[in-house]
């Protein structure tokens, strides 16, 4: 089991940037893709982002390509989601999730809040 504990998130203006940063601890996560999530008050989680174990791969969703960049460091079992040019609607709470290679995101975060005022 890897535990999963978010940090960096807060209150940022538009425009404004945030790096959040995911924490694992139990288990090595250089076998896992990992993935970040967000859920808006209201509204059902959603994916924002994964990058693969290897590092060598990332995938966003439409909405925050080129303003999101998701980056890891195994040597510290940690990964993270740099949020630049935030808007209003980037506002939720972010989570983090691993997925062991070929299986599924079963791990997660509790969260960290993000809002974004305008």
């Known amino acids: 089991q890897v535990r999963l504990v978010e940090s960096g998130g807060g209150s940022v203006q538009a425009g404004g940037s945030l790096r959040l940063s995911c924490a694992a601890s139990?288990?090595?996560?250089?076998?896992?893709?990992m993935g970040w999530f967000r859920q808006a008050p209201g509204k059902e989680r959603e994916f924002v982002a994964a990058i693969t174990w290897t590092g060598l791969v990332t995938t966003y969703k439409e909405s925050v390509k080129g303003r999101f960049t998701s980056s890891r460091d195994n040597a510290k079992n940690t990964v993270f989601l740099q949020m630049n040019s935030l808007k209003p609607e980037d506002t939720a709470i972010y989570s983090c999730?691993?997925?062991?290679?070929?299986?599924?995101?079963?791990?997660w975060g509790q969260g960290t809040q993000v809002t974004v005022s305008s």
């Open positions: 999730a691993a997925a062991h290679i070929g299986g599924q995101y079963n791990n």
């Open positions: 139990g288990r090595t996560i250089s076998n896992y893709n």
